[in-house]
């Protein structure tokens, strides 16, 4: 398995508050990807990075900010969390260059905004 | 622009019966095909890939499928289901030159005892 990590594994925070979502890896992967998974949506990119200090938006980028200073650290934070950044976030890894091309995912974040 | 459909939100199978799940993608270029499953509370596991080598691309867990250019299709079969198989199965495409997958919306898979 990909050495990818995820914390917190689980968050249940206020509508309001600001949250940071940590992903980290031990692959030296250039590429590092913030996914979002809500039913019937499947998963739906929220923002990624080419490298260190190298990010771009995704599709539903509204309302985050990520930030990588490290290669193998990814930072995703929710400014001012709203209950419908209720969700499942999953970070994932690639390295493009020459192959192979796929994403290694980590084991994902639950978190609940109340 | 990419995207990727995947035919039926649930799917269920007979213990022993064949397995497949269906994906339609829509790309400008060639592109690079996954197949990737998810098992409840884990993340998503690559099942298989197509990169432009042979059309017929076998995968872990016994699954493999196959790249129809002419239909725009990459679907996923398994002769005969286990129950071990039931989970979520997500079709991704990309292309060469994007950064980023497109993933569909998922296939819940149901194996019936």
């Known amino acids: 398995d990909a050495g990818i990590t995820q914390s917190p594994r689980h968050k249940v925070t206020e509508t309001g508050t600001p949250v940071t979502l940590r992903c980290h890896q031990t692959?030296?992967?250039?590429?590092m990807y913030w996914y979002r998974q809500d039913p019937g949506h499947g998963l739906r990119l929220i923002h990624y990075?080419?490298?260190?200090?190298?990010?771009d938006k995704g599709e539903v980028s509204d309302g985050y900010s990520v930030s990588r200073s490290k290669t193998e650290d990814f930072l995703l934070t929710l400014e001012s969390a709203t209950s419908s950044q209720t969700s499942v976030y999953f970070c994932?890894?690639?390295?493009?260059?020459?192959?192979?091309?796929?994403?290694?995912f980590g084991p994902g974040t639950r978190l609940t905004v109340t | 622009a990419q995207s990727v459909t995947q035919l039926g939100s649930h799917v269920s199978v007979s213990e022993g019966a064949l397995v497949l799940l269906r994906c339609n993608y829509s790309s400008s270029v060639p592109p690079y095909l996954f197949w990737y499953v998810q098992y409840p509370n884990q993340g998503l596991q690559l099942l298989l890939k197509y990169t432009s080598a042979a059309t017929l691309v076998k995968g872990i867990n016994g699954f493999e499928a196959e790249f129809k250019k002419s239909e725009t299709s990459f679907h996923l079969t398994k002769p005969s289901a286990h129950m071990s198989d039931a989970a979520e199965y997500f079709c991704?495409?990309?292309?060469?030159?994007?950064?980023?997958?497109?993933f569909g919306t998922g296939t819940r898979l149901t194996i019936i005892p």
């Open positions: 994932a890894i690639s390295e493009l260059a020459g192959g192979p091309y796929e994403q290694y």
């Open positions: 991704a495409v990309l292309e060469l030159g994007n950064e980023k997958l497109t």
């Open positions: 990075s080419y490298g260190v200090k190298d990010t």
């Open positions: 692959e030296n992967h250039r590429y």
